[in-house]
């Protein structure tokens, strides 16, 4: 194509995922051609994450080593780094290009005009930016349905990176939904930044997206991840009693010591949200319940920390996402006393991690021998050749049974698993 190649890769979280996919079809739009080999690349974009300083260090050295090894290449630098740093980033000799997170879907025609910067007053921005994607390549269709945050949680950066919640429509979502049915897909995942948010301003609450999509939709679903003061038990009763939610709940929890979590800004117990755990398990048949959990906060004694282990052992959590606190410049956390050394910090993440690998492996032996629906995806697996799926409750499995049914809902027995994967035989 006329407009030169790019090659794009996306940083973080599933929002982040969703938002390069647009920005590749915007792109194509203004007839620029994607390559997969950034040798031949005349733009290498970078859609970036900015959840951690190592995130933000990993952004500078692609773009630095991008330059280095291709000095011709012209490198594009938008997300969240781009969002927080501006047009300062344009004084680095490695980026030719900075756009922000509203502006990102703009691409095809800043670089057809030349523009080297466009970075939209995030926290300005009063409504969602409605954008349909229309990539059919994947199994699972993933579903920005909102962006931003309220919240001011003492060590996050990101509500200066994505500004005030903002909430697409229910009739925009339940369309989006439909019109992924006809296309083929059998599944969608409800994404965005804070999804428990969805509807503060419109005046609604997000039981009320679900009670619709309940109603108006036909495929399977699940979440994104949700504080624990947003499941309640309305919520819980609905997706109890559905024959379309995936039983796989990932909780932003952030700590398991009380002390901690106040500090943090979140304003929930440890308590509390044990005893929810306790009854999603009850609710649903073996669902998959995975969580966040930042290792050596600011202010986190060897107390508070074994606390935490303490509760995160008695937990019925399937699996624990964890990494050392990083200071973000601009958080409160930033000027708080008490911070550790890396060291202490690395150490108290490895230990979550191996918690983690032991309750994840409780899980799934408690999955061995069941029945499970899996939604076999559209390609077979690189490495064996196998279908493969995923179940209702978030378990990778690699069917054994031979097949062509791709991109269908079978029924399959869990025979054995091997690190993350179940090798299981269709019924």
């Given at each position: 194509m006329q407009n030169g190649k790019f090659f794009i890769k996306s940083m973080g979280c599933k929002s982040n995922q969703f938002e390069g996919s647009l920005i590749i079809e915007n792109l194509l739009k203004f007839e620029f051609e994607q390559t997969f080999d950034i040798k031949t690349a005349d733009f290498y974009i970078l859609n970036s994450c900015s959840v951690t300083h190592k995130s933000d260090n990993e952004t500078l050295y692609l773009l630095r080593n991008a330059k280095h090894l291709y000095p011709s290449i012209k490198t594009v630098l938008t997300g969240c780094v781009a969002q927080i740093e501006k047009e300062k980033l344009l004084e680095l000799d490695y980026i030719d290009y900075v756009f922000g997170n509203n502006d990102k879907f703009n691409l095809g025609e800043f670089l057809l005009k030349d523009k080297r910067s466009v970075i939209s007053d995030i926290m300005r921005i009063p409504e969602f930016n409605y954008q349909v994607l229309d990539d059919t390549s994947k199994t699972r269709l993933s579903l920005k349905i909102q962006d931003g945050c309220n919240n001011r949680c003492s060590y996050c950066i990101?509500?200066?990176?994505?500004?005030?919640?903002?909430?697409?429509?229910?009739?925009?979502?339940?369309?989006?939904?439909?019109?992924?049915?006809?296309?083929?897909?059998?599944?969608?995942?409800?994404?965005?930044?804070?999804?428990?948010?969805?509807?503060?301003?419109?005046?609604?609450?997000?039981?009320?997206?679900?009670?619709?999509?309940?109603?108006?939709?036909?495929?399977?679903?699940?979440?994104?991840?949700?504080?624990?003061?947003?499941?309640?038990?309305?919520?819980?009763?609905?997706?109890?009693?559905?024959?379309?939610?995936?039983?796989?709940?990932?909780?932003?929890?952030?700590?398991?010591?009380?002390?901690?979590?106040?500090?943090?800004?979140?304003?929930?117990?440890?308590?509390?949200?044990?005893?929810?755990?306790?009854?999603?398990?009850?609710?649903?048949?073996?669902?998959?319940?995975?969580?966040?959990?930042?290792?050596?906060?600011?202010?986190?004694?060897?107390?508070?920390?074994?606390?935490?282990?303490?509760?995160?052992?008695?937990?019925?959590?399937?699996?624990?996402?964890?990494?050392?606190?990083?200071?973000?410049?601009?958080?409160?956390?930033?000027?708080?006393?008490?911070?550790l050394p890396d060291k202490i910090k690395q150490e108290r993440a490895d230990i979550i991690k191996a918690v983690s690998s032991e309750k994840f492996k409780v899980f799934m032996d408690s999955n061995v021998g069941d029945e499970q629906e899996v939604l076999i995806e559209k390609r077979p697996d690189k490495k064996t050749g196998l279908p493969k799926g995923v179940t209702k409750n978030y378990l990778n499995v690699l069917i054994n049974t031979p097949t062509n049914e791709f991109n269908t809902i079978k029924k399959v027995r869990l025979n054995s698993y091997n690190n993350d994967k179940f090798s299981a035989t269709l019924l």
């Open positions: 990101i509500p200066f990176a994505r500004g005030m919640s903002r909430s697409a429509n229910s009739d925009f979502i339940v369309n989006q939904i439909n019109n992924a049915e006809q296309k083929g897909f059998k599944e969608v995942v409800l994404t965005g930044i804070h999804i428990g948010q969805w509807g503060l301003d419109l005046g609604l609450k997000f039981v009320d997206l679900i009670k619709e999509i309940e109603e108006k939709t036909a495929i399977r679903y699940r979440l994104g991840s949700l504080n624990p003061l947003e499941i309640t038990d309305e919520l819980l009763d609905i997706l109890q009693n559905s024959e379309k939610f995936c039983p796989h709940f990932h909780l932003s929890l952030q700590s398991a010591c009380n002390k901690t979590l106040k500090s943090m800004n979140r304003f929930y117990s440890v308590e509390q949200y044990l005893e929810q755990i306790e009854d999603i398990t009850n609710r649903f048949h073996k669902p998959f319940l995975g969580s966040d959990i930042i290792a050596g906060f600011v202010g986190e004694t060897e107390s508070d920390f074994n606390t935490t282990i303490e509760n995160l052992k008695k937990s019925k959590l399937s699996k624990i996402h964890t990494f050392p606190y990083s200071i973000r410049k601009g958080t409160i956390a930033e000027k708080m006393e008490g911070h």
